[in-house]
């Protein structure tokens, strides 16, 4: 029986492909090869995962499409950003409340903390989940089955606090967080995130950036009133403690470049197109 898991290698296998074969834009039907599927058959988990076609999924991954995306982006942002940064943030249809730790709970690194997690699957491969009960803690994934390094990313921000395998503790958050109408209580989904005042506000703009666009380091840098901190933006946004809620995948270079992941490039590519395929979906007459 197939998994979520099993479908993403063989998506970032194809994500892979591409890439290195780019500039002779290989056919769908080498790309199914590659991944030892039939046309048909790639298709199928195509449209299984990620709701849309291989070729419109490959068309999301280029740079015109990245640029395109910038500037029809750019409208959308500015609602977003016009509606201020306090209170709950939109994220696709989860509203997400964030809880910054104390000064001194910032300084213990944790102690005193109790962190539940769990190893889950997700539509982007074996994730990780950290949960304490003043909310999500951290979300991380895993890479060629290296559990331990994941956690240690994670024991890492925490250093003083207690952690507990619990998968019961962790597994009810999945749906809301994977699922496309995952917050069907409507209440907000809180996350306790440990970092500096200005990490913190990075993190807050990210919130507001909608699922299905874009933007890039200079306008969050010039959206915080610090057109000049471009550097220090970026170093916020890899030291996300909650990938996918706080969506720091969604920022991109201001060329169209897609740059780098903390999770890794080919995921971030592959949650860009995955989402772009459910605006698609959402936009579409059928849509619920």
Same mark, same amino acid.
């Given at each position: !029986?197939?998994?979520?898991?099993?479908?993403?290698?063989?998506?970032?296998?194809?994500?892979?492909?591409?890439?290195e074969?780019f500039?002779?834009?290989p056919s769908?039907?080498?790309i199914?090869?590659? #991944?030892s599927?039939s046309?048909?058959h790639?298709?199928?988990?195509?449209k299984?995962?990620?709701?849309?076609?291989?070729?419109?999924f490959v068309? /999301?991954?280029?740079?015109d499409?990245?640029?395109?995306?910038l500037?029809d982006?750019?409208n #959308?942002?500015?609602?977003?950003f016009?509606?201020?940064?306090s &209170?709950?943030s939109?994220l696709?249809?989860l509203? #997400?409340?964030?809880?910054?730790?104390?000064?001194?709970?910032?300084?213990?690194?944790?102690?005193?903390?109790?962190?539940?997690?769990?190893?889950?699957p997700?539509? /982007?491969?074996?994730?990780m989940l950290?949960v304490t009960?003043r909310?999500v803690?951290?979300?991380g994934?895993?890479?060629?089955?290296?559990?331990a390094?994941?956690?240690?990313d994670?024991r890492?921000r925490? !250093?003083?606090? *207690?952690?507990?395998?619990?998968?019961?503790?962790?597994r009810?958050?999945l749906?809301r967080i994977f699922g496309r109408? &995952?917050?069907?209580?409507?209440k907000?989904l809180p996350?306790?995130?440990?970092? *500096?005042n200005?990490?913190l506000k990075?993190?807050?703009a990210l919130?507001?950036?909608?699922s299905?666009s874009v933007?890039?380091?200079e306008?969050i840098a010039?959206r915080?009133?610090k057109?000049?901190a471009v550097r220090a933006?970026g170093?916020a946004?890899?030291r996300?403690p909650v990938?996918?809620?706080?969506?720091?995948?969604?920022?991109?270079?201001? !060329?169209?470049v897609?740059?780098?992941?903390?999770?890794?490039g080919v995921?971030k590519?592959?949650m860009?197109?995955w989402e772009?395929?459910?605006?698609?979906?959402?936009?579409?007459?059928?849509a619920?």
């Amino acid at each position: !029986m197939r998994t979520q898991v099993d479908d993403y290698a063989r998506i970032e296998k194809a994500i892979h492909f591409v890439e290195e074969n780019f500039h002779r834009r290989p056919s769908l039907d080498e790309i199914a090869r590659v #991944v030892s599927l039939s046309p048909y058959h790639f298709q199928r988990l195509f449209k299984r995962w990620a709701g849309i076609s291989p070729k419109q999924f490959v068309q /999301f991954l280029t740079l015109d499409h990245a640029r395109k995306q910038l500037t029809d982006s750019r409208n #959308v942002l500015d609602a977003a950003f016009d509606s201020g940064l306090s &209170g709950p943030s939109r994220l696709h249809d989860l509203f #997400v409340s964030i809880e910054a730790v104390s000064p001194g709970e910032f300084k213990n690194r944790g102690a005193g903390l109790k962190i539940s997690y769990g190893f889950h699957p997700s539509p /982007f491969g074996e994730c990780m989940l950290a949960v304490t009960e003043r909310g999500v803690c951290g979300l991380g994934f895993v890479s060629s089955g290296r559990r331990a390094r994941t956690l240690a990313d994670l024991r890492k921000r925490w !250093m003083n606090a *207690t952690f507990t395998e619990d998968l019961q503790a962790t597994r009810p958050y999945l749906r809301r967080i994977f699922g496309r109408n &995952g917050n069907g209580h409507g209440k907000p989904l809180p996350l306790l995130l440990r970092g *500096t005042n200005f990490q913190l506000k990075v993190w807050e703009a990210l919130l507001r950036i909608p699922s299905g666009s874009v933007t890039c380091y200079e306008d969050i840098a010039g959206r915080l009133g610090k057109p000049k901190a471009v550097r220090a933006v970026g170093g916020a946004v890899a030291r996300n403690p909650v990938a996918f809620l706080i969506p720091c995948h969604r920022v991109i270079r201001k !060329m169209g470049v897609f740059g780098e992941y903390h999770w890794g490039g080919v995921r971030k590519k592959a949650m860009l197109a995955w989402e772009a395929g459910q605006a698609r979906l959402d936009e579409s007459p059928s849509a619920p």
